[in-house]
């Protein structure tokens, strides 16, 4: 059972740069999200989704895409990378439901742009 | 909307003392949910508890306990005779009913334990 996993685990990319970080699970879960991590800022939700062709936005979702076309897959697309975007960035999942249901994160990618 | 506010950043302890992590949270939902994560240094998240707002039992798991409380918007965690291992950071984070599983968490409290 792999879990939640994110591709790639780590990047490097240059300002005006485009690139996708992807995420998968293989636990039939409903939802899946986006977070980024920033030093002292604990984490903040990006984009989520709550099945297959429906998504919506978090708290920071400005210069970040998102599709969800499978149950399983969940990319994360930075159109024009900026400095800013700079962090480590977590995909999570979980089953749908409202009692509150644990919700599973992948390792982590950390990105940065020069 | 929903918030979670870990006041301490850094908390050094030496081995074998206990260390409390404070939590305090903000929702106007009457049904919520409660997380705890554990980030060591190797990056990933780790899940260590989940409680939801109808149950104000305190809980133990091993070294590890956490005290909930209503009255004062509070669940906070404590280890017990801490090691090492338990050097990482630690966030607290809140999930309201309906809302689609999305968190807010606090800013974490990094714990380092000097052997």
């Known amino acids: 059972n792999a879990g939640v996993t994110q591709t790639p685990k780590f990047q490097v990319l240059k300002t005006g740069q485009s690139m996708t970080l992807q995420c998968a699970q293989d636990m039939n879960h409903e939802y899946m999200s986006w977070y980024r991590q920033d030093p002292g800022m604990g984490l903040r939700l990006i984009h989520y989704?709550?099945?297959?062709?429906?998504?919506d936005q978090g708290e920071v979702p400005n210069g970040y895409n998102v599709s969800r076309s499978t149950t399983e897959d969940f990319p994360l697309r930075l159109l024009s990378a900026a400095p800013s975007q700079t962090s480590v960035y977590f995909c999570?999942?979980?089953?749908?439901?409202?009692?509150?249901?644990?919700?599973?994160f992948g390792e982590g990618s950390w990105l940065t742009v020069v | 909307a929903q918030k979670v506010t870990q006041a301490q950043t850094e908390i050094s302890v030496v081995e074998k003392e206990d260390v409390t992590l404070d939590c305090v949270y903000e929702t106007r939902d009457t049904t919520y949910y409660l997380f705890w994560y554990k980030q060591p240094p190797s990056g990933e998240l780790v899940f260590l508890i989940r409680?939801?707002?109808?149950?104000?039992q305190n809980e133990i798991s091993g070294r590890y306990s956490w005290n909930f409380q209503k009255s004062t918007s509070s669940f906070n965690f404590t280890i017990t005779a801490s090691q090492v291992v338990d050097s990482a950071v630690y966030f607290c984070?809140?999930?309201?009913?309906?809302?689609?599983?999305?968190?807010?968490f606090g800013k974490g409290n990094q714990v380092v334990v000097i052997p």
């Open positions: 409680r939801n707002s109808f149950d104000e």
């Open positions: 999570a999942s979980s089953f749908s439901g409202t009692d509150g249901n644990t919700i599973y």
């Open positions: 989704s709550v099945g297959a062709g429906i998504t």
């Open positions: 984070a809140l999930s309201e009913a309906g809302g689609n599983n999305r968190l807010a």
